[in-house]
């Protein structure tokens, strides 16, 4: 289908071509759905909703539920505050939720809807029910990204929920950013088996990857609780992982219950695992069981015993900047070489983290942000690599080139199972990768060695 | 459990079961705050006009819109691929403040230099409209520049639901019939419209009418070509499948053309022989619809054998559906019907009341009918229902496994061809493969029916 790509890379100037990012009220969804009993509500036309459904459902395989306000022609003239009153009215009478999280959209931020004013509104007319709550982000679809939304979405969750009651508790909180319900699993291991307690958020376990038990749950069991929240003001530390996921959110609540953040990469790969674990060990004033001490030294173990294949092996990757900063890392440290790393989420940070941490092996390595999927493809025509790592849309690049070995990796996976299942981050998800990376080049050898050359053992 | 999930207030006339009387409302918009499994005007559009394949098709908006469509139907081409990459101007803060147009502007001219499209279409997303971009100025100039249809596609999400967006959609590719060369078009030829071709089914059915000896000028949109829809008001008769989307340019094609059309489905062995049958009958001569007998005959010959297989496997499971229009539902109920299988739940998102009339009349006594749904309904009438199988869409599948029950996705995501004779027998086999499953035996429903076989099993349902 990409067959069309040609190699000479052309000046754009003006568009997008196969993007690698997305629009921020995705984000916020996502991340509200990470909430207890929480109903996400995008302010906007009806379609919107559908897609961000559709597309987190294609996902995660699982049913995801929001309302939308129907934006009308009406709507788009005089403005959304009718629909929103309406639509909460209608979602506490008929869907019961503990809360509301209501995000903006393209069509609602141009028009320039006060939410906060209309929210309050609808409390004092008696369309939100005493006992209920009512939070806005602004997600304008023109800025930033699908990251930018979640981000957003963290951080107004704080501002309107944390409280501090002057008493500061022996509870960490835990921000892990936009990773997977498997993920956030995981994370939710290591920590306890570090020994701390601590508060996820957002919590997607349990909501995005639920049991079948044959009946059909609205609000599914899992997603920080509205206690939770409100006890984040009251813990000692905030650990938020992934700048562009996280960092905001962590700052606010910083400023807000003076809560010290401590901001780190995405534990994935090794040395970022190593810092979560050391930022864990630290905030908690612990030390590292041997169990978990275990669990690393067979991941060294794995890289050492591959790292032959490994070596220099040239890298394209491209997804969110959160991801491709710790994966690039993690390449780096089993030897292999990041060429080129893109994103389509602006911002010039990502170019020099990328840049800092392929300093030593790769000095040329080209990091883009703002850019997209059809570039990438550009430049891997003239500068051939080993690898492709991306979200399920690298798999027609990965064609193109002639099987290309592509390892899914990051949002969206469209046409696989595994992320559903399995974690990337800490120790465990790292194997995972290792083994990832090892089956894509040894299947690509399986395939094509000639009689005489193929390897019983490898 | 079913007990606790009600329909909602205010859509208790939206639903409707059969042997009750009174009458189904519909076509009305979305309750504003309703989780609503119905997209909008933009996604319309997009859908319908996306598989011309040597078009360009460049979204105008923020980046999201053009990511949630970007080859999500699997539409196939014969030929170009130009159709499946994603374009969009990606619209930032800056041009929300001072307009788009330069930047759609020089979009359209470097993509057209680059990849020399036939024709280009330029769908306005929901804020085009609001930060005061001229688009349609913006296509006349480039089309000047550039010597190529550049024809814009007015649905703005907030315009309506998906069958808004049709009507855009009609009127753009409208926009392109009757500037191309008929004379080469013979006297028994037709046009396929609201033919997508997913999964190659464009192709089962064209080879039908060319046995039978009937031309087909252009299948509208599947495997679409700028060139066929500049000739296709050369055909003599228009066959309209999927009645919702292209309804609207098959009326025009009559009134600016004179070119009737009829309405018809291909799924189903019923509706595809009806609809060959048509044709021959239209065109009033005899050999024609000889052959269309031949043909009908020859094929349900080949898959009865299998087919019977299927039946003995399949008889007597109930089935849900919830799909986009009306006219699928028709088929679906009779094409389940002819498996052996009950149909006890039919739903569409954008039927309207002379469609619903119908659908009424081909269920069986206490089939329930929905009119945009929901997920809370439709869980509890699968349940209520006991339901062996779903069909639907992306919204409904999970839906449908959390309650331990099987699907079958007969949307446009799907990737096998249920249309025609030998889609009878895909459809059959894509039920069978999941009706079937020996995992729904594990479902904690069938479970505690198989421990307590005479009550119905109930759970807590904390929705
Ligand atoms: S880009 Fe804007 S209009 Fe399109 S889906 Fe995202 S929020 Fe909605």
Not at chain 2, 6 to 16: A, S, T
Not at chain 2, 104 to 131: D, M, N, R, W
Not at chain 2, 187 to 201: D, K, Q, R, T, V
Request: proline share 5%.
């Amino acid at each position: 289908m990409l067959e069309g790509t040609t190699s000479e890379i052309r000046e754009r100037k003006a568009l997008r071509v196969n993007p690698a990012k997305t629009c921020q009220p995705i984000g916020a969804m996502y991340a509200a759905l990470g909430i207890n009993g929480c109903m996400p509500h995008s302010h906007g036309s009806q379609g919107c909703c559908a897609y961000h459904r559709s597309q987190l459902t294609r996902h995660y395989k699982e049913p995801v539920v929001a309302t939308t306000s129907s934006f009308t022609e009406g709507a788009s003239v005089f403005g959304g505050m009718a629909n929103l009153t309406t639509a909460l009215d209608n979602i506490f009478t008929i869907y019961d939720p503990k809360m509301v999280a209501v995000h903006t959209t393209c069509l609602s931020e141009v028009i320039g809807d006060d939410i906060p004013m209309i929210i309050a509104k609808a409390k004092k007319d008696g369309k939100i029910p005493e006992d209920k709550i009512v939070i806005h982000t602004n997600t304008p679809s023109f800025v930033g990204s699908h990251v930018t939304g979640f981000s957003n979405q963290c951080a107004s969750t704080i501002k309107y929920l944390s409280k501090s009651s002057g008493e500061t508790k022996n509870v960490v909180n835990l921000f892990p950013g936009w990773v997977e319900p498997a993920d956030m699993r995981e994370i939710k291991r290591l920590a306890g088996a570090m020994g701390l307690d601590y508060i996820l958020f957002p919590d997607t376990s349990d909501v995005l990857d639920s049991p079948q038990t044959g009946y059909y749950k609205m609000y599914p069991d899992g997603g920080t609780t509205l206690e939770q929240l409100e006890a984040m003001g009251d813990s000692f530390q905030t650990i938020a992982m992934g700048p562009l996921c996280s960092q905001a959110a962590a700052e606010q609540l910083e400023k807000q219950c003076n809560v010290p953040a401590k901001v780190i990469d995405l534990p994935i790969g090794l040395k970022a695992t190593d810092a979560f674990i050391d930022a864990l060990r630290v905030a908690g004033d612990v030390s590292v069981p041997e169990e978990i001490d275990k669990e690393r030294g067979r991941l060294v173990d794995m890289i050492s015993d591959m790292s032959q294949y490994f070596h220099q092996k040239k890298v394209a990757l491209f997804g969110d900047p959160d991801h491709l900063i710790s994966m690039t890392q993690f390449l780096v440290d089993v030897g292999m070489t990041p060429a080129i790393v893109v994103t389509g989420t602006p911002g010039k940070k990502f170019e020099r983290r990328i840049h800092e941490i392929c300093a030593d092996t790769n000095p040329d390595v080209v990091a883009l942000a703002f850019s997209d999927i059809h570039y990438l493809h550009q430049w891997i025509k003239q500068n051939p690599v080993d690898l492709l790592m991306g979200n399920t849309y690298g798999k027609f690049v990965a064609r193109a080139e002639k099987n290309l070995p592509f390892i899914r990796f990051g949002f969206p996976i469209l046409d696989r199972v595994g992320h559903r299942a399995f974690p990337t981050v800490g120790y465990a998800g790292a194997l995972r990768l290792l083994e990832k990376i090892t089956d894509a080049f040894f299947d690509l050898r399986d395939r094509n060695d000639s009689d005489e050359n193929v390897e019983l053992v490898l | 459990m079913t007990a606790n999930i009600h329909i909602l207030p205010g859509r208790e006339d939206q639903v409707w079961q059969k042997g009750s009387g009174g009458n189904l409302a519909c076509d009305r918009r979305s309750l504003a705050g309703s989780v609503t499994q119905r997209a909008c005007a933009f996604c319309g559009s997009r859908v319908v006009l996306y598989p011309i394949a040597d078009a360009l098709h460049i979204v105008h908006g923020p980046i999201g819109c053009a990511v949630y469509n970007w080859d999500i139907r699997g539409s196939l081409s014969s030929g170009p691929q130009l159709h499946r990459n994603s374009f969009s101007t990606d619209l930032q803060e800056k041009e929300v403040i001072f307009g788009g147009e330069k930047k759609l502007h020089a979009s359209l001219v470097e993509l057209i230099q680059y990849y020399q499209p036939k024709a280009a279409f330029v769908y306005s997303t929901c804020i085009v409209g609001l930060i005061g971009d001229d688009v349609q100025a913006v296509c006349k100039a480039v089309s000047r520049e550039t010597g190529i249809d550049v024809i814009p596609v007015e649905s703005p999400g907030f315009k309506g639901t998906k069958k808004t967006g049709y009507q855009a959609a009609c009127e753009a590719a409208f926009k392109l019939v009757g500037t191309g060369d008929t004379s080469q078009i013979g006297p028994y030829s037709i046009n396929l419209l609201g033919e997508f071709n997913i999964a190659g089914e464009a192709w089962m059915i064209k080879r039908y009418f060319e046995r039978m000896g009937i031309e087909v000028v252009a299948t509208i949109t599947g495997d679409g070509r700028v060139d066929d829809l500049r000739r296709c008001h050369g055909a003599k008769l228009n066959l309209v499948q999927c009645s919702g989307s292209m309804t609207h340019l098959a009326k025009r094609l009559d009134e600016d053309y004179g070119v009737p059309f009829q309405r018809v489905s291909f799924f189903g062995l019923e509706d595809t022989a009806r609809a060959l049958y048509a044709a021959a009958e239209f065109f009033g001569d005899p050999a024609l619809m000889e052959r269309a007998q031949e043909i009908v005959y020859e094929e349900i010959a080949k898959i009865t054998p299998r087919l019977k297989e299927y039946r003995k496997r399949l008889k007597g499971k109930k089935a849900a559906l919830y799909v986009g229009g009306a006219f699928k539902a028709f088929s679906l109920v009779l094409a389940l019907r002819a498996l052996g299988m009950k149909t006890v739940l039919a739903g569409t998102q954008t039927g309207s009341a002379e469609d619903y009339e119908q659908l009424k009349e081909i269920c069986d006594p206490g089939t329930v009918i929905v009119d945009d749904s929901n997920p809370l309904e439709l869980a509890k009438f699968v349940l209520e229902k006991d339901v062996d199988l779903f069909i639907g869409g992306v919204k409904e599948r999970p839906i449908a496994f959390k309650l331990g029950v099987a699907f079958c996705d007969h949307n446009h995501e799907r990737k096998i061809p249920l249309a025609g004779f030998e889609g009878m027998l895909n459809f059959a086999e894509e039920v069978a493969n999941s009706v079937l499953s020996p995992i729904w035996r594990f479902a904690p429903r069938r479970m505690a029916q198989a421990l307590n076989p005479k009550e119905d099993s109930h759970h807590e349902c904390n929705c």
